[in-house]
């Protein structure tokens, strides 16, 4: 039980993940998070990874995400293998391409909301190359604005001056969102984004995340929380670093209550 | 580490300074008890009235011995040294010191061997100066053969000679010890300069002063040289050594400085980063005092630490600076201060390390349970929320983007740096002290060396100065020496003044309105001052009938510029007006000038020239060659190339300060790299959850890296320039004052500085140390996996 190959089946896959494992040798006893993972996701798709606690979740969340490094195995996102990629150019991949949505609103303490949420676009703007490819110039005024309206969307576009400490969690979450959002990346991924919100709190985030989705963004999302899971076109599961089975949820039409209880009713079989 | 090496470096300099103290002061002491040096002579050459001294004498019973003093002076191109073992030789003639040949005297100002004793020459045989044996490698066994006009002495060096009265730097003269049938045919041969001193020992030396003006009162004693009395011999012998010491120990002070402001930071960082466990200890009952025992243990262990290590280090240290103090002087014995005053120096750097370390760590008494393990604060909660405000207050103002100004990158750095400013304060003042600790000795060292220093000294700048003090008929010498400078192509701006004895009333009387007024003498040097002369700390130089004086002067008699001083001169006084006041290093610092033609009957005069241009232009020892040729035209006359001559007799001074120099220069660079690290290493720890955020939106390692080192430099730069500005105005000010003590007639120190070393050499060279050790600490950036620089907190 250790591959899944149920990739989008109407899609071109933006991530290959081919025999991917992670050792922590540091650790005492040295530790085999992921365990031979192979897994694709298609251009567009919602993921959602789920599984139990220390299961390995986050781990390959940042594997695969550019984050981190796999001990073995090859991670190919949007054509590229990240593990042949040096420092350098794993920080453009990260800058360019995908964006990061922590369990924590990790922020700039000194930096209000906008500048937070700005900082990659800014950063992505200046670059005037990315790999082969020649990166149209966009001016400083374009991704103010660009930044603004993200907010706007996300409904947080009032609070955009506020500091970091001003405004609430499920805010600084939609914030998160936006920034991960303002260099326009293919995929984005989140860990846990809810894992420290209340229940009305973590419906605010979703929204957002589904709304980001339905722009045809790719999003991968580690969670522990069935109701955030069966909003994913997809759950993968996992078990000891293994891959042990997934739920493709329900045609479109399906009610969000039916695909809940669909995956509930798949979740409890496996003992979750 | 690095806290501990800061330590370390304060008590080694602390202990090593005070080991110097102690070496110089006690081997000086030891020279001065074995060789007791008089309480004051006057050096005189020419005839001299021995009955008129035998009448002083009896009229004083606080002389407790008096003698006469018998020299004769040979020029050092006259005196060669020859090595039968190995065929070299060589002259004297690089030095331009008066070689004096003495006898040994009966019962004070003896001249010492290596052993402490004084030395007895046998026919034959000669004993240097130990400056000499240093100089020229001269070894016992050597020969030296002295060259009147009409015939030659060669004498066997018998070993060398310590000379409390004449072994020092500020001396312009040294002196050889030969047999009295050796001296009889010195003094004899054509060639040799015949002079005596007169030398008193008192039986109470607090009468010094008194005695001197006594002494100077009487017009029929031998007068036409220096007066030099006990305490300025003194000060001559240990202002050298004990400049390096003194030094030491600013230094030392500094960068005890710097070590406590690095102790307030590390203390402060590490109450922050345990505030949760300090909470918890709390919540569980533990008193404060038990939790700030805790880590005042291992603060006294750092400190310990630090302090033994210096110690240790300072005996190398010390022995090294101090291996030339016992040839000069004497060896003073180990005595209980010997070891005790390094060990209190330690023990007073450990003591102020532990007392500081007790203030800060007071802030754990404020830190409240809740806050503590809620927040993670260290602040009482009104102070915390008064942060959180000012923080918000911050983020408001804050704009990423900035009308043309640098990448995103710098503008993040800057504004990081902007909002911590008071966690970043630590770096600027501790480069700013590095600049004062570097630049003050280089700025010191290159005033004594820079040619513009004779006019701090009250000698006008001048290529070749002509003394002319010793001889029967000086208005005669100046006369055909002045009329063969002004003759002389090679010479320009030939200017003659004439040192007249005048008198004035005393200090006491110029306190006092006039009560008991008493006439003392006033030495005024006389000639024309239109044309450029000494630099003046206030008003100008004197006009037609005035009168411009020393610093010293000016204070003993209680005046200032605009004053009117009464002088008298053959009877008849007169009021002249004081146009300023300048410094002055000669003659004791107590000197004046007016304006005037040159009269006959002076009791010296000095001559100085400028080179012409092309004599300038095209040899750089023309100076030295001209006075050369002078000297032996004119023996009467001591004629010296005057920087030549400033640079030899400062060169003790000049190369002590130059050890201090380099000292301090490798110990301010030192330092700046510790803190820096430290720092560095520190800060990084507490920003690598920001540092993961920036690598995690895609900034590189590379980028992050940058960051640091644009905070470095944003951080260190102000502290450099304040610095400099600081030691150059400061600086000045607290050596001068320093110096002002000492006595020489120091009373005002402009730095003559090296601009490209000061300005740019220096705040460069510590600029590049901060980059380069910001370089190397942020290195550690790229090699941590991101995840778990975000999980850092």
Redesign the interface.
Not at chain 1, 106 to 112: M, Q, R, W
Not at chain 2, 398 to 401: D, E, G, K, M, Y
């Given at each position: 039980m250790s591959s899944e190959h149920a990739t989008h089946e109407t899609q071109e896959a933006v991530i290959r993940v081919r025999n991917v494992s992670k050792n922590f040798d540091s650790a005492e006893p040295p530790v085999t998070v992921l365990n031979n993972i192979n897994m694709e996701i298609g251009a567009g798709e919602f993921v959602a990874v789920m599984g139990a606690s220390g299961s390995g979740k986050?781990t390959l969340l940042?594997a695969i995400s550019g984050?981190?490094r796999p001990t073995t195995g090859t991670v190919e996102l949007l054509g590229k293998d990240l593990t042949e990629l040096d420092?350098?150019s794993m920080?453009?991949v990260?800058?360019?391409s995908v964006g990061?949505v922590?369990q924590?609103p990790?922020?700039?303490?000194?930096?209000?909301l906008r500048?937070n949420v700005?900082?990659?676009a800014?950063?992505?703007a200046?670059s005037k190359r990315f790999g082969r490819r020649r990166l149209p110039g966009r001016t400083?005024a374009e991704v103010?604005g660009r930044v603004q309206r993200l907010m706007d969307r996300l409904e947080i576009g009032h609070v955009a001056?506020?500091?970091?400490?001003?405004v609430s969690g499920g805010q600084l979450q939609r914030a998160a969102i936006c920034?991960a959002l303002a260099?326009e990346p293919a995929v984005i991924f989140a860990d846990e984004p809810t894992g420290a919100l209340n229940s009305a709190m973590s419906e605010e985030v979703m929204d957002a995340l589904a709304q980001v989705h339905a722009t045809g963004t790719t999003v991968v999302m580690v969670t522990h929380d069935p109701a955030c899971a069966a909003r994913a076109d997809r759950v993968v599961y996992l078990s000891d670093g293994e891959v042990l089975d997934s739920w493709v949820a329900p045609g479109r039409a399906a009610s969000q209550i039916d695909r809940k209880h669909h995956l509930a009713q798949w979740l409890a079989d496996r003992g979750f | 580490m690095a806290l501990c090496l800061v330590i370390a470096l304060s008590a080694l300099l602390m202990a090593t300074g005070a080991v110097v103290i102690e070496r110089v002061s006690g081997s000086v002491d030891a020279l001065f008890e074995q060789a007791k040096p008089p309480h004051f002579l006057q050096m005189h050459a020419g005839d001299y009235n021995v009955h008129a001294l035998q009448d002083f004498a009896d009229q004083h019973p606080d002389i407790e011995a008096w003698q006469i003093h018998k020299m004769v002076g040979y020029d050092g191109a006259a005196v060669s040294w020859q090595r039968p073992a190995t065929g070299q030789s060589g002259s004297l003639s690089e030095s331009l010191m008066d070689n004096l040949f003495v006898t040994q005297n009966p019962e004070f100002d003896l001249l010492l061997g290596q052993d402490g004793t004084a030395v007895q020459p046998g026919p034959g045989q000669v004993f240097i100066p130990v400056a000499y044996q240093k100089q020229y490698g001269l070894q016992k066994g050597d020969s030296l053969t002295v060259a009147g006009t009409d015939t030659r002495l060669r004498l066997t060096v018998a070993g060398s000679i310590r000379d409390a009265q004449m072994a020092s730097s500020m001396s312009s003269s040294t002196r050889f010890v030969v047999s009295d049938t050796d001296f009889q045919q010195l003094a004899s041969a054509h060639g040799g300069a015949a002079e005596i001193i007169v030398e008193y020992r008192l039986s109470d030396p607090s009468l010094i002063p008194e005695f001197q003006r006594s002494y100077e009162t009487r017009t029929d004693l031998p007068h036409n040289g220096q007066a030099v009395t006990y305490p300025l011999i003194r000060l001559f012998n240990t202002l050298s050594d004990g400049l390096v010491a003194v030094a030491l120990v600013g230094v030392s002070a500094v960068l005890i400085l710097i070590a406590l402001l690095n102790l307030r930071f590390v203390i402060r960082g590490s109450i922050q980063d345990d505030v949760r466990q300090i909470g918890a200890m709390k919540a569980m009952g533990l008193a404060p005092a038990d939790i700030r025992g805790m880590y005042l243990a291992k603060y006294r262990v750092l400190s310990l630490l630090g302090c033994v290590l210096g110690a240790v280090l300072s005996v190398p240290a010390a022995h090294w600076l101090t291996r030339s103090v016992a040839e000069s002087y004497a060896q003073a014995g180990l005595t209980v201060v010997t070891v005790l005053l390094p060990v209190v120096a330690v023990i007073l750097v450990h003591l102020v390390v532990m007392t500081v370390s007790r203030v800060i760590l007071r802030q754990i008494n404020r830190v409240e349970v809740v806050t503590a393990l809620m927040h993670g604060s260290t602040l009482p909660p009104r102070q915390r929320m008064r942060n959180?405000r000012a923080?918000?207050r911050?983020?408001?103002r804050?704009?990423?983007?900035h009308r043309g100004w640098g990448?995103?990158?710098m503008r993040?750095a800057w504004?990081?740096i902007?909002?911590?400013r008071r966690q970043w304060a630590l770096l600027p003042v501790v480069f700013a002290l590095a600049v004062v600790v570097i630049t003050v000795p280089t700025n010191l060292l290159t005033t004594l060396t820079d040619p513009r220093f004779v006019t701090h000294m009250g000698s006008p700048q001048a290529d070749v100065r002509a003394d002319i003090q010793f001889g029967n008929d000086l208005d005669a010498v100046q006369s055909d020496l002045t009329a063969a400078m002004d003759q002389d192509a090679r010479l320009d701006n030939v200017r003659t003044y004439a040192n007249l004895r005048f008198e004035t009333l005393g200090s006491e009387s110029a306190g006092e309105h006039g009560a008991n007024p008493q006439w003392e003498t006033l030495r005024v040097e006389v000639g024309d001052y239109s044309r450029g002369t000494v630099d003046f700390l206030t008003g100008q130089a004197p006009g037609d009938g005035h009168i411009a004086l020393s610093a010293l002067n000016a204070e003993k008699l209680g005046v200032q510029v605009g004053d009117q001083l009464p002088v008298r001169r053959d009877g008849v006084t007169h009021q002249v007006p004081v146009s300023g006041v300048y410094q002055d290093l000669t003659s004791g610092g107590y000197t004046a000038k007016m304006q005037g033609q040159l009269s006959a009957d002076a009791d010296s005069y000095v001559v100085l020239a400028d080179l012409a241009t092309p004599a300038k232009t095209n040899d750089d020892d023309a100076a030295t060659a001209i006075a050369q040729e002078y000297n032996q035209r004119f023996t009467a006359a001591e004629v010296r190339p005057l920087e030549g001559f400033l640079r030899q007799s400062l060169s003790y001074v000049t190369d002590a300060v130059r050890t201090t120099a380099w000292l301090a220069l490798a110990f301010g660079l030192l330092v700046a790299a510790l803190i820096t690290t430290l720092f560095l290493k520190l800060r990084l720890a507490r920003d690598a959850?920001?540092m993961?955020?920036?690598?995690?939106?895609?900034?590189?390692?590379?980028?992050v890296r940058s960051q640091v080192i644009f905070k470095v430099l944003v951080a260190a730069t102000p502290g450099v320039v304040i610095g400099a500005v600081a030691a150059h105005w400061s600086g000045q000010g607290v050596v001068g004052a320093l110096l002002s003590q000492t006595g020489l007639g120091f009373s005002h120190l402009t730095f003559l500085v090296h601009p490209v070393l000061v300005w740019g050499g220096y705040p460069v060279a510590l600029l590049t140390v901060g980059v380069g050790c910001a370089a190397v600490a942020a290195r550690a950036v790229?090699l941590n996996?991101?995840?778990a620089q975000?999980k850092e907190q």
């Open positions: 986050s940042y984050m981190d420092e350098r920080s453009a990260r800058l360019h990061f922590f924590q990790y922020f700039l303490t000194h930096l209000n500048d700005m900082l990659p800014l950063k992505a200046e400083k103010q001056h506020h500091g970091v400490t001003e920034r260099s | 959180l923080q918000r911050a983020a408001h804050t704009r990423l983007i990448s995103t990158t993040l504004l990081d902007r909002t911590q959850q920001q993961g955020v920036l690598r995690a939106v895609g900034f590189s390692p590379r980028e790229g996996p991101m995840s975000l």
